[in-house]
């Protein structure tokens, strides 16, 4: 195992990410939100459009989790996190809407 030189990165190394309050409300708005207009504008589609538009939200969605994570809490540039980040939760984003729109056409 590797020792550390100095204080400063032992501190760094075992320094785990927060999520503050506002930004954790920020993202429950932002989720609330994104998730009530996706789900009004998939109702009052064509059947046709819906994985274009299910694709559509879930891009908004994953990347806008993404941004307020890298952007406003940990302040860094949008660099391969933003991006990776954005893709994990965008594709939770669509398995959950894609679920969500077929469970109301099932039940």
Do not use: C, D
Not at 6 to 25: D, G, M, Y
Not at 32 to 55: A, Y
Not at 79 to 102: E, N, P, T
Request: charged share 15%; hydrophobic share 55%; aromatic share 14%.
């Amino acid at each position: 195992m590797m020792m550390a030189k100095n204080k400063a990165e032992t501190k760094a190394r075992t320094q785990v990410p927060t999520l503050s309050f506002k930004n954790a409300f920020l993202l429950m708005l932002y989720i609330f939100i994104t998730f009530t207009i996706g789900m009004t504008i998939i109702e009052n589609i064509p059947r046709n459009m819906l994985l274009v538009v299910i694709t559509l939200l879930s891009l908004v969605i994953g990347y806008g989790i993404g941004f307020i994570q890298e952007k406003i809490q940990n302040k860094k540039k949008l660099g391969k996190a933003f991006l990776w980040l954005g893709g994990m939760f965008s594709v939770l984003a669509f398995v959950m809407l894609f679920g969500i729109y077929y469970a109301a056409v099932l039940f």
